[in-house]
């Protein structure tokens, strides 16, 4: 890393040092109708400044910069179980990833604030709900590998029913209807089904959450409309997760597997390239200041299309083994601050990245080549309402 990027960073580090004590909380703004307690208006966003290292020892493919990510959104609750909400963000064209480059001399990225998610929602009293428009993806997620919960909405029509067991047990059952690619008046539409369930509870004082989700695709136009084709074809992919806490440490896992054809995967494919698993630990060492290191194994197809719906905080998505260490700051400001290194090593070195159909080009968010380390660090200042 070059000496004026590890200043940049070093500086960056020392900032939360000095301000770490006080009090301060985000809050929400909610607006109530004196009236009815049930109707009311909650307005809610966010924003972050990130300084960003990227460093390739084997391509040519070493950059910095700074990004920004804003999002605003408001739910109104209209009463009987009734509400809409919508949230807008940087970067609304990007499928995973909601940060925007700056740079004055280029306004594309600037003109992309646009929906993030926008949809109806109905809850009854029994546990049971259903919402259809653009909406957060209703299951339980640590890393975000099987998908990106935070960035990525499905689009559809989705349903659940959430079970309290006792004061501290809870089932949450859900599944949904996404529709990937709209195909108008030709073929049938690419979609995926999704279910999941998950249940948390106490065991000897310590809080514990199990869960599976599932997703099936179905590629209705493979091999037919190339513009639509999505990369795998028909696949499912499921995902076992174990998250165990007891006050300061938490510690959690995940196994992520499909059923995705060898002659998709390409040449070269082995017998691991369909699972993954990751495990990691967080400690707070107090109400100021926490640790976290996760570990990451994750085959080429262990996840949706080859990683096109997984977190993107590592350089690439699917195909590598790698690290992620990051330390957490909060301050008496309302400002949180975080600073992260990630590396990655491609874990099945003979395969080659797939040709998006959409496109016609190598997708970028499978790792390859031979004796390749990626590695990224970054600090990101936070601050939510």
């Known amino acids: 890393m070059k000496k004026s990027r590890f200043f940049l960073l070093i500086c960056a580090v020392a900032m939360p040092l000095l301000l770490a004590c006080g009090n301060a909380e985000a809050a929400k703004t909610i607006w109530k ?32 910069r700074m990004r920004i990510r804003v999002r605003f959104g408001l739910n109104y609750f209209v009463g009987q179980g009734i509400e809409t909400g919508f949230r807008l963000r940087t970067t609304a064209n990007s499928l995973t990833s909601p940060h925007q480059t700056l740079q004055v001399l280029s306004v594309e990225e600037e003109t992309n604030f646009g929906l993030d998610r926008g949809y109806i929602k109905y809850s009854s009293p ?45 089932i949450n059952l859900s599944t949904g209807y996404i529709i990937l690619n709209e195909e108008g008046f030709s073929s049938g539409d690419d979609t995926a089904v999704q279910y999941a369930v998950h249940t948390a509870f106490t065991l ?22 190339a513009k639509t084709n999505l990369l795998a074809g028909d696949a499912t992919y499921g995902e076992i997760s174990l998250k165990v806490e007891r006050s300061w440490l938490i510690v959690g896992t995940e196994f992520l597997f499909s059923d995705v054809s060898d002659s998709k995967i390409g040449a ?32 080429a197809a262990s996840v949706a299309e080859f990683g096109r719906f997984s977190q993107d905080d590592f350089p690439f998505s699917s195909n590598f083994t790698g690290i992620r260490a990051q330390l957490d700051f909060k301050t008496p400001l309302g400002l949180n601050i975080d600073v992260r290194f990630y590396t990655q090593d491609t874990k099945n070195e003979n395969l080659i990245a797939p040709t998006d159909p959409s496109t016609a080009k190598t997708v970028g968010f499978m790792m390859t080549g031979k004796n390749r380390t990626r590695s990224r660090a970054q600090v990101n200042f936070n601050v939510a309402f």
Do not use: C
């Open 33 to 64: 109708n004196p009236d009815d307690s049930a109707n009311k208006l909650v307005l809610y966003g966010d924003g972050r400044v990130r300084y960003e290292v990227d460093e390739d020892d084997t391509l040519p493919e070493n950059r910095d």
């Open 204 to 225: 000897r004082k310590h809080r514990i959450d199990l869960a599976f989700n599932g997703l099936t695709i179905t590629d209705q136009n493979f091999g037919v409309a």
């Open 268 to 299: 070269g494919n082995e017998k691991d390239d369909k699972n993954a698993f990751t495990v990691y630990a967080r400690v707070k060492f107090n109400k100021w200041f926490g640790a976290r290191l996760y570990y990451y194994d994750v085959g």
């Open 126 to 170: 029994i546990g049971l709900w259903a919402w259809a428009g653009k909406n957060a993806m209703p299951i339980f997620y640590q890393t975000t590998q099987f998908w990106d919960a935070y960035d990525l909405q499905p689009e559809g029509v989705f349903g659940g029913y959430d079970i309290k067991i006792g004061n501290d047990a809870k």
